[in-house]
Nanobody, 119 residues
Framework: QVQLVESGGGLVHSGGSLRLSCAAS????????MGWYRHAPGNQRELVAK???????NYADVVKRRFGISRDNAKNTLYLQMNSLKPEDTAVYYC?????????????WGQGTQVTVSS
């Protein structure tokens, strides 16, 4: 079982930067995929970025040139570096871990961290 805790959100002006962290309760090296999702009021939750255990990454088109996802296995921590932030990036950001087992795919979620970008 995996427990995830996000941190690093806050209030920034348009064009600013933030780095989000997701601390896992155990080793993340064997987790098949980890990622960041975001949910703004009135919208559905959307994928921002994800990274696999063999370091394959993909990004939503709207963040691809601005955000970077990375992982520190020694610290059991996932990061999201966000640069050139825009007001439309305002949302609650959630850390996700997807694991495969005999019972199928299991998703774990953190509690979320608020990111607010002012214009």
């Amino acid at each position: 079982q995996v427990q995830l805790v996000e941190s690093g959100g806050g209030l920034v002006h348009s064009g600013g930067s933030l780095r989000l962290s997701c601390a896992a309760s155990g080793s993340i090296s064997s987790i098949n995929s980890m990622g960041w999702y975001r949910h703004a009021p009135g919208n559905q939750r959307e994928l921002v970025a994800k990274i696999t255990s063999d370091d394959r990454t993909n990004y939503a088109d709207v963040v691809k040139r601005r955000f970077g996802i990375s992982r520190d296995n020694a610290k059991n921590t996932l990061y999201l570096q966000m640069n050139s932030l825009k007001p439309e990036d305002t949302a609650v950001y959630y850390c996700n871990a997807a694991t495969h087992s005999w019972s199928g795919i299991i998703d774990y979620w953190g509690q979320g961290t608020q990111v607010t970008v002012s214009s």
